[in-house]
C-alpha cells in the first residue's frame, strides 16, 4: 500500500505539473498537516521541473516557500526532514545515471530517437536519473509516485506516463498502488487528469 508521504505527495506533484497553485496550496497544507517533511515535498518540486520546467517547478517551490512561513509565523512547527546525503564517486554522472536508468526500466534504454538526437539521450541519463534520481532524500518508489501524477497532469504525455507505469512497477508498486494513485487524481485534482491516468493505467495492465 502506499505510504501516507506518497499519497499526500500525490496531489502535489500533480497540481505543481499541472500550475495550479491555488490546488498546489491546498495540497500542500493537507501534506503538511499529515507531517510529510518539508524537505521531501521540495524534493518533489525539484523534481517537477524535469517534466514540466523550471517555471512551474520554481513557482511550486515559491508557494511552498511562502506556505511554510505562514504556517511557521501561525505557531505551526513543520518537520523539516532530511537533506540529501553527499554522493561520491568515481564514475562520471552518465555512467551512475545509466545504471540508475537501467535499474528502474528493466533494461537498457537504446532506440531510434537517441540515436537521432543523442543528447536529450546524455541529459536523460546524467541529468534526470543521474543528478536528480541519485539524491536519496527520496527512494525510486517514491520518485515515481511522483512522476506519474506529474505525467498524468500533462496533456500529451500519455507514452511517457505508461512508461512510468512500468518503472514505478520495477521500483516495488503494485497494481493496487497504481490504483490508488489514478483514485487521488480523480478525487483530489480533478476528473480530466484522473480519466488520462485512468485509461493509461488501463491500457499498461492491458497492453
Do not use: W
Amino acid at each position: 500500500m502506499l505510504t501516507l508521504e506518497q499519497k499526500r505527495l500525490v496531489p502535489v506533484a500533480a497540481f505543481a505539473a499541472e500550475g495550479n497553485i491555488d490546488g498546489l496550496r491546498n495540497a500542500l497544507a493537507q501534506a503538511l498537516d499529515d507531517k510529510v517533511a518539508i524537505n521531501a515535498i521540495k524534493e518533489v518540486l525539484v523534481q517537477t521541473y524535469a517534466y514540466a520546467g523550471f517555471p512551474r517547478s520554481l513557482n511550486a517551490l515559491s508557494a511552498l516557500m511562502d506556505v511554510v512561513n505562514k504556517r511557521r509565523e501561525a505557531g505551526k512547527k513543520d518537520e523539516q526532514g532530511k537533506d540529501a546525503s553527499p554522493f561520491h564517486t568515481d564514475k562520471t554522472m552518465v555512467e551512475v545515471g545509466t545504471e540508475i536508468q537501467t535499474k528502474l526500466v528493466g533494461q537498457p534504454v537504446t532506440g531510434p530517437l537517441f540515436e537521432f538526437a543523442p543528447a536529450i539521450d546524455q541529459f536523460l541519463k546524467s541529468h534526470l536519473f543521474g543528478d536528480i534520481f541519485v539524491r536519496d532524500n527520496l527512494d525510486y518508489e517514491t520518485r515515481e509516485v511522483a512522476t506519474i501524477a506529474m505525467l498524468a497532469a500533462l496533456q500529451g504525455a500519455q507514452s511517457q506516463l505508461k512508461s512510468h507505469y512500468q518503472m514505478g512497477t520495477n521500483t516495488g508498486l503494485e497494481k493496487q498502488d497504481l490504483k490508488e494513485i489514478v483514485t487521488i487524481l480523480e478525487t483530489e485534482v480533478g476528473p480530466e487528469v484522473g480519466k488520462r491516468a485512468s485509461e493509461v493505467l488501463d491500457s499498461f495492465l492491458n497492453g
